[in-house]
């Protein structure tokens, strides 16, 4: 998950194998010797500058390839220069909704030269904020921080260094500092809007982490549809999860056992949902003819269950560009006023919702 890898340092080795034998790192004046030209032209390259003429830039680089350079990030940061990698720390990488964010941040960069160091915090916020302090004392030019934890532990250091960072899909921070996300809020009431008008009354909710701003956004847009539409909420149908399949099927187990049961469940994210679907056919349920099924972020797989999932489409892959287009701007001028950047949701109806029963059947 890097860039082209067209980025160099100011000082260069050969990978060599360890050996007393081994021959000396090869320094840039090597590189320069070897290229036929001088020292300033290879640093000028090494750190992309556009005042070279094409044929010696592309002298530079084939020498650089031929002898099998690789970059020396910490020298071209002593150098005061950048070094042309951005970190990225989340809680893990194997949902499809991070890999689709994950995928625009790295498009996103590459085309702007820039590689990307990535951090897994395995959900332990003292890990997180032990990888974001090293990131910050010189291992990235900036940072990007996807569903952080723990912000409490580290934000106020990066706003004292005015290092460059941007929240992903994160809310609820008093001054937290630039981010994007999407409208949960808002997403979240139209998904529930859309039940209530098909006839559902009875909607059991899956909250996601609560301890994340866009799982308690998801949380009040459902609340607040309900009340809209004249319902009295009733708590025994809302169960917290967490965003992951397991927590998701067992709560709907808990929902389904409610007398008399939901006619819908709404999960706050399409991983939750999944599990919902396979609570719903372990007890026999058909959906959507006894059950319907709502979602959460639309990721690639949603299209493909069986039936295809009801939801609401997060801009994932947007999210991830536009927070690494803002996270470059910054690294260019680190005192620029923080934006909040929300990008729109957009309800996509499939087929795993449908009248209940018992609206039909009138």
């Known amino acids: 998950m890097t860039g082209d890898g067209r980025n160099a340092s100011v000082a260069c080795k050969r990978l060599q194998p360890d050996s007393p034998h081994a021959p000396r790192p090869v320094t840039i004046v090597d590189v320069a010797r070897d290229a036929g030209v001088s020292y300033a032209t290879v640093s000028r390259v090494i750190n992309n500058k556009n005042s070279i003429l094409p044929d010696k830039r592309a002298r530079v680089l084939a020498s650089m390839q031929r002898l099998g350079y690789v970059p020396n990030l910490h020298a071209r940061k002593l150098a005061g220069g950048r070094s042309h990698v951005v970190g990225l720390v989340l809680h893990d990488v194997w949902s499809s909704y991070v890999l689709e964010i994950l995928r625009g941040i790295d498009e996103e960069l590459a085309a702007s030269q820039y590689d990307l160091m990535l951090y897994t915090s395995r959900q332990r916020p003292s890990t997180e904020s032990q990888y974001v302090a090293a990131l910050a004392q010189g291992l990235a030019d900036g940072l990007l921080l996807l569903l952080p934890r723990g912000l409490e532990t580290y934000l106020p250091r990066l706003h004292q260094q005015h290092f460059p960072f941007v929240l ?139 039936p295809p999932l009801t939801t609401v489409r997060q801009p994932l892959e947007e999210m991830g560009r536009v927070a690494a287009r803002l996270l470059l701007a910054r690294i260019r001028n680190p005192r620029h006023a923080p934006e909040r950047i929300e990008l729109p949701t957009e309800l996509v109806v499939r087929a795993s919702c449908a009248v209940p029963k018992e609206v039909s059947h009138r």
Do not use: C, K
């Open 168 to 306: 992903i899909d994160h809310e609820g921070i008093e001054g937290g500092g630039p981010s994007v996300g999407a409208t949960n809020y808002q997403g979240a009431y139209d998904a529930t809007r859309y039940l209530l008008q098909l006839g559902h009354r009875r909607i059991g909710f899956i909250t996601g982490n609560l301890a994340l701003g866009a799982a308690r956004d998801r949380l009040e847009g459902y609340r607040a549809a309900v009340v809209d539409h004249g319902l009295d909420l009733d708590p025994g149908f809302i169960q917290e999860g967490d965003f992951f399949r397991p927590l998701g099927y067992a709560r709907a187990q808990q929902l389904l056992s409610r007398e008399p049961r939901p006619t819908a469940i709404f999960a706050s994210n399409d991983v939750s949902a999944v599990g919902v679907l396979e609570a719903a056919r372990e007890r026999g349920l058909q959906v959507p003819g006894d059950l319907s099924i709502m979602g959460f972020d639309d990721i690639p797989q949603a299209t493909y269950l069986h």
